[in-house]
């Protein structure tokens, strides 16, 4: 199973600033990886796949990059309702897995 | 628009069955693969199942497989997933979601619908 570690657990920022969220794979999973938003009482949502692709109607704040085992997800001025929990995934191989998530929060 | 909207959630005991079921609208079922994805209060998210736009190949996570069964009626635009010997840390909302094309992610998703395992 591709453990996929997330980090940092927490993030704290202002709104305006950047933020960079980053998720390693304990193998490759060539660009097989995705990024959701979650906020609280809702439903995931997509943001990226193909670890660099934004889903469609996502701002163009959001961006990732990497591949293989390294991904980062960068969000370049926060707006206030970007402050959510964020989760990659990996489709790269079976079981499909989950990152834990990291938090932003409003510092 | 496309809508995934859950249903068939609630209470059961620990041992005890339930099936959900996830109504879909607003694009071509069967184009599409679908999966569930669960989540523990509190918890992240963890993938369930998923299964092909033909309902040929279907796809588990060991901690559920022989239990689970994930199913589609691409008739009536419906997803199941048949859940067995239920155990009380599978407490959790469950999602439907549809997937992209070859599987790169899952692009649109339900409400969720709670399952609590108790006696």
């Known amino acids: 199973e591709i453990v996929l570690t997330q980090s940092p657990a927490t993030l704290s920022l202002s709104p305006g600033e950047r933020a960079t969220l980053s998720c390693r794979a304990s193998?490759?999973?060539?660009?097989?990886l995705a990024w959701y938003q979650q906020k609280p009482g809702q439903a995931p949502r997509l943001l990226i796949y193909a670890a660099s692709t934004r889903a469609t109607g996502i701002p163009a704040r959001f961006s990732g990059s990497g591949s293989g085992t390294d991904f980062t997800l960068t969000i370049s001025s926060l707006e206030p309702e970007d402050f959510a929990v964020y989760y990659c995934?990996?489709?790269?191989?079976?079981?499909?897995?989950f990152g834990q998530g990291t938090r932003l929060e409003i510092k | 628009e496309v809508q995934l909207v859950e249903s068939g959630g609630g209470l059961v005991q620990p041992g005890g069955s339930l099936r959900l079921s996830c109504a879909a609208s607003?694009?071509?079922?069967?184009?599409?693969?679908m999966s569930w994805v669960r989540q523990a209060p509190g918890k992240g998210l963890e993938w369930v199942s998923t299964i092909s736009g033909s309902g040929d190949n279907t796809y588990y996570p060991d901690s559920v497989k022989g239990r689970f069964t994930i199913s589609r009626d691409n008739s009536k635009n419906t997803l199941y997933l048949q859940m067995n010997s239920l155990r009380a840390e599978e407490t959790a909302v469950y999602f439907c979601?549809?997937?992209?094309?070859?599987?790169?992610?899952?692009?649109?998703w339900g409400q969720g619908t709670l399952v609590t395992v108790s006696s």
């Open positions: 979601a549809k997937d992209l094309p070859s599987s790169w992610a899952s692009d649109y």
């Open positions: 995934q990996q489709r790269s191989d079976w079981p499909i897995t």
């Open positions: 607003g694009f071509s079922f069967t184009s599409y693969a």
């Open positions: 193998q490759s999973v060539s660009n097989y």
